[in-house]
């Protein structure tokens, strides 16, 4: 069974440094996806950053880049120049390989960001 | 090109009613899931399913929940005889077929208050 591990259940960070939030997973898949969502106080899910398995290079999105080492199982993300509007909570989720179509994804605990100004 | 729209946003039910979660994917998009987010916590599958077909109800619970895909019209989670335990936020999804990551699209979620 897939598992992902978000280690920070809270963290503080000064506006416009950089922020890295954990994320572990563990599967015995060779194929499979992972992603970083950004839920706001208002709910709603946001997708942020995907990185494939057989991605060689980490993804990057704006001020959004995923450390990705596979070897390690680990995905983190990192957040450049960090802004108030940050200030979310953070899921890292895992995405199994397609059975019939299925594509669900296992969601770690998230990591709530605090920016302060 | 409108998102995944889910009704209602907030839904109050006493305990021993029922609960109906609506969620019309985007357009093109054949295939739905549905999630739940119990306070605190992180999103947990519940049912995926294509039109007319339940492919996997493995996060189910057994007793109580249902869901549907109707050829016409939305996505329906049916939750009968609502306790206080099922509060929360249930989220749907819904994608093309497999293998494009973009088209992964979350509603924003109907929050289900049982008093």
């Known amino acids: 069974a897939q598992k992902i591990t978000q280690t920070q259940p809270g963290m503080f960070v000064q506006e416009k440094e950089a922020v890295t939030l954990d994320c572990t997973y563990d599967t015995s898949d060779q194929s499979y996806g992972l992603f970083w969502y950004k839920q706001p106080s208002s709910g709603e899910m946001i997708f942020l950053i995907y990185q494939g398995s057989y991605d060689e290079q980490n993804a990057t999105e704006g001020r959004y880049s995923l450390n990705f080492q596979k070897a390690r199982k680990s995905a983190n993300l990192v957040i450049s120049a960090s802004q108030l509007g940050d200030s979310a909570m953070y899921f890292c989720a895992m995405r199994e390989p397609p059975n019939f179509g299925n594509e669900k994804l296992t969601f770690g605990t998230g990591t709530r960001l605090t920016i302060i100004p | 090109n409108a998102g995944v729209m889910q009704n209602p946003r907030h839904l109050v039910r006493r305990r021993g009613q029922e609960a109906r979660l609506r969620c019309s994917p985007m357009?093109?998009?054949?295939?739905v899931y549905w999630y739940r987010q119990l306070p605190e916590e992180g999103l947990k599958f519940m049912v995926y399913l294509q039109k007319e077909n339940i492919i996997d109800e493995s996060g189910m619970p057994k007793e109580r929940f249902s869901a549907e895909f109707p050829k016409e019209g939305p996505s329906i989670l049916r939750i009968q005889q609502v306790v206080r335990g099922d509060s929360a936020a249930y989220f749907c999804?819904?994608?093309?077929?497999?293998?494009?990551?973009?088209?992964?699209?979350f509603g924003s979620g109907t929050r289900l208050t049982v008093v």
């Open positions: 999804a819904s994608s093309p077929p497999p293998g494009h990551h973009w088209g992964y699209t």
């Open positions: 357009k093109g998009h054949s295939h």
